[in-house]
Every structure is written in structure tokens, then in C-alpha cells.
Nanobody
Framework: QVQLVESGGGSVQPGGSLRLSCVAS????????MGWFRQAPGKEREGVAS????????NYADSVKGRFTISRDSAQNMVYLQMNSLKPEDTATYYC?????????????????WGQGTQVTVSA
């Protein structure tokens, strides 16, 4: 089992930036795919980005491409989500997740370990 703890959420004005962090502990060796997901009030959870940690290859949802960057520090068991040019529609609870998949993509069904989430609010 893997434990995931997110941090870095908060309130920011449109156009601002935030960096979310996720620290993993436990049986992390097999969790080679890390993802960020988000859920806005009244909406289903959606995938935002994923990273295949052995080589750092990434995938992004179209809605965040060019604005968000997922990265990892494998030595520290950390995954980050740098969010720039934030928009009100980015407001959501953001979740970190870990998977041991055949392939790595931000598909919710691939992920078995989830954090508790961190709130991001973008408003003027």
C-alpha cells in the first residue's frame, strides 16, 4: 500500500500560479505512474496529468496543456504540479494518485492509491 499526501493548494487570482506537491510513502517502488486529478463541485473527477516516473514522460489534458507542468523527484518520492495562468475553471479539489500500470495515462481506473486532496480556488 502507498500513502499519498498533497499540499500546496490555496486561493489565487486569475492568471496566478500555484505549485502542488505530493509525497508518497510505503510500497512506492512499484508505483511507476503518478497522476494528478481534480474534482470541481457538482462535477465528476477528471484527469489532469500523468508522469511515468522512470523516464519522466508526461501526458496532459487539453484543458491544462501549456499551463500546467507535472514533474517528479524520485529520490524524495515527490510529485509536483506547477500550475500557471490559472483560470476560475481550474477551481477544484486536486488529488494525487499512484498506479502500477501496463501503460501510464491519467485514466482514473488505472490508479489504486489516492491522496485526500488539496483545494485550489481561483477567483478575483
Amino acid at each position: 500500500q502507498v500513502q499519498l499526501v498533497e499540499s500546496g493548494g490555496g486561493s489565487v487570482q486569475p492568471g496566478g500560479s500555484l505549485r502542488l506537491s505530493c509525497v508518497a510513502s510505503g510500497n512506492t517502488a512499484s508505483r511507476t505512474c503518478m497522476g494528478w486529478f481534480r474534482q470541481a463541485p457538482g462535477k465528476e473527477r477528471e484527469g489532469v496529468a500523468s508522469i511515468y516516473t522512470p523516464i519522466g514522460s508526461t501526458n496532459y489534458a487539453d484543458s491544462v496543456k501549456g499551463r500546467f507542468t507535472i514533474s517528479r523527484d524520485s529520490a524524495q518520492n515527490m510529485v509536483y504540479l506547477q500550475m500557471n495562468s490559472l483560470k476560475p475553471e481550474d477551481t477544484a479539489t486536486y488529488y494525487c494518485a499512484a498506479a502500477s500500470p501496463v501503460y501510464c495515462y491519467f485514466t482514473e481506473s488505472l490508479f489504486r492509491d489516492w491522496g485526500q486532496g488539496t483545494q485550489v480556488t481561483v477567483s478575483a
